[in-house]
């Protein structure tokens, strides 16, 4: 170990990759050698930092939290740093977890507000490498600005499939039979089983897997209807599956199978009240989660023979208590969670999450993002600028209100040739509320957090989009951010109206400051920037930038707007350093200067 020392950061990084600007700039991240522990009494502000003399790996690190399919590994370690470290007490997860960008997990792990707490602000990306998420605590998530992404489609097969082996092995007594056998004995007799063709199975939960399994099931010559209030008609039409209610449902079926996600609306949606609606002797099949069914009354309804026998893969707590009566029960057959575990469905996951945590890593907008509104990719490389646009003007508005006026309230418009149906500010909006609350504040904005963010902090944002003539080749003309009800320490930049206004263009692919409250100004937005008003009068582009150029400050451009020849002009420059203070005070000092401000970009 090469030192120890305490560094003071606001912010867990030590460097910004040139996606940073994007929302899901999650590839900043420590050296891969440098090793750091938060320190809890400073409350997550401080990192201590020990620096091993090893070099220096710029990867992010992603902790594989339970076992993943080797090509998913695999995918992994070309982008990033990868720690597989399974059956981790939840203690040493929440101690590990301040050392990842990201984590994966399957449905074994626990990612509760704790988790995200203790990460102290460094994990970005939570993957659950599979669909269900009820695992993962998505309010915690977005409140910390980290992302959730699941792999929702390769395992539909697979627990479908299991699905239909529970229903037939259950009808057959074959796990009864099996065992019985092994004990020595030969029960021909006791396990006749009942007949699948022609009976009625009532599929609850009619979205991937539940319409995989209705589909086996008809083809093994059974009736399928189904419940599920959003799915659509016509996809239960084409597999020739009608939908109906949910008390119809279960009152008609000889055999139900579960496939709804465990939410607070389906928790414990099969109980005692349900189970005395049944068709007596009703046969249930379970691969969604054990929380559907009030496993207590489930005990109670085979006892008391409303239903017949039961299959489930899945239990309310995992892995069941040994002396469960649900499981001991001779009439019920169990497996371990075993829906997604096959080799083709976990290569499957461990690939399609992979590549979603690796995308989201690279700041790319994630398809199966879980807590984040999805933002096709064509669209992001469109708005790219605008996205850089929208965050600038929201940081140089916020930097134009005086200290002690709260921001409260936010307008923004959006100029475009486009219908406004076409055009998607979400990804705007967010950006316009990094840059708005990122200056004055100590909290991480992104596309995931910003609504959210702003709400807690009691910013109101309302937009408008401007429809104007033209070709809609560009997505946008302009946008402004005003500012209402606050004072402005550069009175310039009140409108007419009242507001603190900023406007800005993206020209040639570069964003613009075009407009600070009445007058017309055209500086690009790079660096940072100086505003000035002044009486219009020759001269004062030479005195300012001889000060500046006297303090070895470079000037990347001036501009000056003007109401009219010699009345009040704003003089913005673009400069590439921050000035010391006695320059800025030398600028203030020039005669016909009434006021300026420095804005950091
Ligand atoms: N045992 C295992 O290993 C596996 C279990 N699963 C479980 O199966 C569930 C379903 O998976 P997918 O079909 O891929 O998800 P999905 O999202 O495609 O389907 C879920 C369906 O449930 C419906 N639904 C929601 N609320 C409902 C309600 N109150 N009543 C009836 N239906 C409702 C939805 O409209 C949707 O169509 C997952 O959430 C997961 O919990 C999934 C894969 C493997
Ligand atoms: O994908 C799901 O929802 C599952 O239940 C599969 O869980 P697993 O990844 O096998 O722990």
Redesign the pocket.
Known sequence: MASLKIAPLKNPSLSLSSKSRLPYAFSATFPNDLRFSRSSHLHGRFLIVTASAASFSNKPTVLVAEKLGEAGVTLLKQFADVDCSYNLSPEELCTKISLCDALIVR?GTEVNRELFESSGGRLKVVGRA?????NVDLAAATEHGCLVVNA??A??V??AE?GIALLAAMARNVAQADASIKAGKWQRNKYVGVSLVGKTLAV????????EVARRAKGLGMHVIA?????PADRARAIGVELIS?EEAIATADFISL?????P??SK?LNDETFAKMKKGVRIVN???GGVIDEEALVRALDAGIVAQAAL??FTDEPPQQDSKLVRHERVTVTP?????TMEAQEGVAIEIAEAVVGALKGELAATAVNAPMVPAEVLTELKPYVELAEKLGRLAVQLVAGGSGVKTVKVSYASSRAPDDFDTRLLRAMITKGIIEPISSVYVNLVNADYTAKRRGLRITEECIHLDGSPESPLESIQVQIANVESKFASAISESGEIKVEGQVKDGIPHLTKVGSFEVDVSLEGSIILCRQVDQPGMIGKVGSILGEENVNVSFMSVGRIAPRKQAVMAIGVDEQPRKESLKRIGDVPAIEEFVFLKL
């Open positions: 449905s599979g669909v269900g998420i009820d929702p489609t395992n539909t697979a627990a299991h609850l939960g009619f979205g991937k897997v539940g319409s419940y599920d209030p959003y799915a949910f496939h709804m996600p465990l939410t609306a389906t949606m691969v969604a989660r893969d899945v969670h075993l829906g997604a575990s």
